[in-house]
């Protein structure tokens, strides 16, 4: 038992309340970033008729433009990022890994082939595209996991690459050889857009975050742990097989969850575990801040996107990738 006054006891309370601190600014960034999606676009709108609208006290029109057009597609933005970033840091305090995040050990790229497949194949939309793509993510995850079993982090990660080149492909090849119709849409999905959100988009990530997100905060608690290594972790009496596997596969569904809605958003589960870590200055990784942190990535990225090229809105994905790459390639020099 800690005591109170020792110095192990202070700072356990210190880097608890900077936490705290951090959540709440990044709470706060997030609604300010939230106003200005609902405030901005072709009929802007004051910061006080956003409040009336969601208030119900703007008129017939405003209330149809903040409501029905930009709300949604704010909170699926929102919730997808948050999906995001607590399966990035999921997957990079289990494995002790900074490149094991959802992009790069093949969880994106499977739930977006077999949300291609189901979009051009089988004209599948809503819960169905997304028990589809949630299956994908988890059978490759297996797949990863059981070619990587007992073998360091970074095998994993290896593994993951062969799988996204595979996955890729699939891709490309379902693509390519699809009617042209059927393909323009899921071009747009595969590039990672928020365009298609809606009402039914954004309910169906709130469905999936309301089981997924207390689970993964509920099994979060033992990574810190685990970070210390297999051994040391027995030693202490955690069961680690079969908490990496509980962690591995809920940091799937919350990556599969979010692609199913606004397609691979590359890079944000890769970058927002690091910068929430960096931002929190603990040696474990903080998952709420983390999540918190995808979110805002998402919702600056969707801004940036719709307005940075006037009159030609951007995939979200597109402004995520140019913000991620250099990330990775920072990352790969530094830890050669």
């Known amino acids: 038992m800690t005591v109170t006054g020792s110095p192990t006891g202070r700072l356990r309370r210190r880097a608890r309340l ?4 951090v959540t709440a600014v990044l709470a706060a960034g997030i609604a300010a970033l939230a106003v200005c999606g609902l405030a901005l676009g072709k009929a802007s709108v004051s910061p006080q008729e956003v409040l009336g609208a969601v208030l119900g006290r703007a008129d017939p029109m405003t209330g149809f433009v903040i409501m029905e057009l930009r709300m949604p597609r704010m909170l699926t933005a929102l919730l997808a990022g948050a999906c995001l970033g607590l399966s990035g840091a999921l997957l990079q305090s289990i494995l002790r890994n900074p490149l094991a995040s959802p992009d790069v050990i093949g969880v994106t790229q499977s739930a977006g082939a077999a949300g291609i497949l189901g979009l051009i194949a089988f004209g599948l939309s809503g819960l169905s595209l997304t028990g589809v793509v949630l299956g994908g993510a988890l059978v490759a995850t297996a797949a990863v996991y059981l070619l990587s079993w007992r073998r360091a982090g970074h095998r994993l990660v290896i593994v993951g690459i062969g799988v996204s080149a595979l996955c890729t492909a699939v891709v490309s090849y379902v693509l390519t050889s699809g009617d042209v119709r059927d393909t323009q849409e899921a071009l747009v999905w595969i590039n ?24 993964a905060l509920a099994a979060g608690r033992g990574l810190p742990v685990l970070e ?27 990556a599969a969850t979010a692609v199913a809605v606004v397609g691979p958003v590359p890079f944000v589960a890769l970058v927002s575990a690091p910068v929430a870590r960096r931002v929190v200055r603990t040696g474990s990784v903080a998952l709420l801040p983390s999540a918190l ?7 600056a990225s969707d801004l940036v996107a719709q307005f940075a090229v006037p009159g030609v809105p951007l995939p979200a994905g597109v402004v ?7 990330y990775l390639l920072w990352l790969l020099v530094r830890r050669r």
């Open 18 to 21: 900077r936490e705290a601190w």
């Open 228 to 254: 210390l290594g297999d051994d040391p972790a027995t030693a202490l009496g955690e069961r680690v097989g079969r908490v990496r596997t509980l962690v591995l596969g809920l940091a799937a569904a919350l």
């Open 192 to 215: 990672g857009s928020l365009g298609r959100a809606g009402w039914d988009t954004s309910l169906t990530l709130a469905a999936c975050g309301v089981v997924l997100v207390p689970a």
């Open 320 to 326: 995520t990738g140019v913000v991620g790459a250099p």
């Open 293 to 299: 942190a995808g979110a805002a990535l998402l919702l």
